[in-house]
C-alpha cells in the first residue's frame, strides 16, 4: 500500500505564505504554479530502493517561529563548531528563522552577496530568478523538487563576484531544536568568473526525534573558471523522512570540490549530482555515510561529462551497524561529445554485523571513444588481517576496529577545512560505531 500523497498545503495558501513574506510577484507565482505541478508529478525512482510507503509530503507545520539569539547564547553544540573570535562570515537559522548573519565588511565592498534565501528573494531577486531552479535543478523535475519549490522556508543565498576571491570559509549551521519544524531550505551558491570561494554547512539536531520533513535542494552554479569548494555535515534527528538533492552545474575550467559527511538518524534519500558542462571542468566528490539501527537510506553520486576533456572523481565510503540498509550508486556518465574526459569511481562498505547490509552499485555509462574510465567496488567486513596485526601490538580489538573505520572515513573527514565542523564529524563518527 503506497502512501497518500495528497499535499499538505493548497496554491492559496501557498499563495498567502509568499504575501505574508513580502515575496515579489514572480516569486509568489512561482510558488503557486509549482505545487499545481507537485499534484500531478511523480515521485522520484531511486534505484534499488522502493520509497512507495515512505511519505514525504506530511507535517505538522510548515514554519515554526524561533526566538533569536546572540552568537553568545549560542547552544554548546553550535558554539562548538565555530571560532566565534574569528569567523567573519557566518549564518545561522534556528528551524525556518535566520538568526545570525555576519559578513565581513572586506567582503561586502568587493560586492558578494550572503545572507538568508528569503531576504535573497526580495532584494536580490534578479539573480535568485536567473539560477534559482532553472539550471541545476529543474523545479518540474519529480513530485519531491515542485513540492519543494512551493514551500521553501529558509537557506541562504551566496553570491561571489567575478574575480573575486574569498580566501576564508563561508560558514553555516541549520539548527533544528523543534521536533515539529519542516526544513525546507534552498542553498543557493554563485560564483561567477574566475571566483573561488569555500562554503561549509552543517545540519544539526539536538531533538532526538522530529515529525516534520526534510526536503532540502543545493545548487552550485559555478561559472567560467570559477573554483568552489563545498563542505558538509549532515546529523538530522530519527523521525525525519529526509530527501536531499546536492547539485553542481560548472563550466568552462570550473572546479568543485564536494566533502559530504552523511551522518543522518533518519531514513534518507541523498543525490549529489554535477554536471561538467564546460570544457576543462571537474569535480572531486567525497561522501562517507554511517548507518545505524534500522535506517533506510539510499546514495546516488553522479557526475556528467558533457564538456571535452572534463574530470570527475567520485569516492564513496559507507559504515553499515546493526540493522542499517544502504544504497549507493555511483555514476559517470560521459555524453557523445565529450572526448578526453576521465571518469573514475570508488564505492567501499563496511558492515558491522550480520543484519546490516550496504549495496555498492557502480556504473559507468559512456557514449564517446576517446575517453578514460574506471571503477571500483567492494563490500564487505573489517579485514581480519588488519584486526589481527593491531592486536597483536597489544590495541583492545574494540580498538583496532575503531581505528579502521577512522582510517576509512578519514577521506572526508580531512577535507574539511574548519576545525570545529571537523571534530564534529569525528565525534559523531565515535559515537554512531562505538
Known sequence: MTVETKLALSASEVRSFSELNNEPKW???LRAAAIEKATDLPMPKPDKTNIEKWDFINFPKHTVKSESFTIEQLPEAVKDLIDIEQQENLYIQRNNTPVVIKLSEELKAQGVIFTDFLTAVREHGDLVQKYFMTTAVKLDEHKLTAYHAALVNG???????????????????????????SLFNHVLVVAD????????ENYLSTVDSAKGQANLIEEVIALDNAQVS????????????TYVNRRGHLYRDAKINWALGLMNNSDTISENITHLVGDGSSADTKTVVVGTGSQKQNFTTEVRHWGKNSEGFILTHGVMKDAAQSVFNGIGKIEHGASKSNAQQESRVL?????????????????EDDVIAGHAASVGRVDPTQLYYMMSRGISKEEAERLIIHGFLAPVVSSLPIEGVKNQLTKVIEGKVR
Open 155 to 181: 537557506g541562504v543565498f551566496l553570491y561571489v563576484p567575478q574575480n573575486v576571491v574569498i580566501e576564508k570559509p563561508i560558514q553555516v549551521v541549520f539548527l533544528n531544536d523543534d521536533e515539529e519544524a
Open 27 to 29: 516569486f509568489t507565482d
Open 230 to 241: 563545498f563542505g558538509a555535515v549532515d546529523v538530522l534527528a530519527k523521525g525525519y523522512t
Open 351 to 367: 558492515m558491522l554485523s550480520s543484519k546490516a547490509r550496504g549495496d555498492a552499485n557502480p556504473i559507468l555509462l559512456i557514449d
Open 193 to 200: 568568473k574566475n571566483s573561488s570561494v569555500t562554503y561549509v
